[in-house]
């Protein structure tokens, strides 16, 4: 019995961050009150302070959510330019530069 518990705690603190995301998307922070976060999700201001204390606790509570689902592409992505941009360096032609036009060691000095 407390696994199901557990399970709608989360699941009503999911609701209210995907609420307060919506509408501080819609509206700004500013714009969006918490009853109106409740409002969406169907549940009373006890469970928004339950979950996060307060509207900036919600909106932490957005920006760590959306930062653990893009960190993993993010991440990705720099790990592929890192890579590209060494690839770039092994097959430069010690002889020319940046532009492809040759140079010999003379013209370094």
Known sequence: ???QKTAAIASSRDRLRE???IL???RGFE????????RLVGT???QLIKHFTD???ILEAV???TWEQINPA??????SIVARKGQAEDHKDPGRDSKGVGCSRRDEA
């Open 1 to 3: 019995m407390p696994r």
């Open 19 to 21: 609420a307060a995301n």
């Open 24 to 26: 501080f998307a819609e």
């Open 31 to 38: 714009a969006t009150t918490t009853p109106a976060i409740c």
């Open 44 to 46: 009373n201001q006890s």
């Open 55 to 57: 509207k900036q606790g």
């Open 63 to 65: 920006f760590e959510h």
């Open 74 to 79: 993010v991440q990705l992505a720099t790990k």
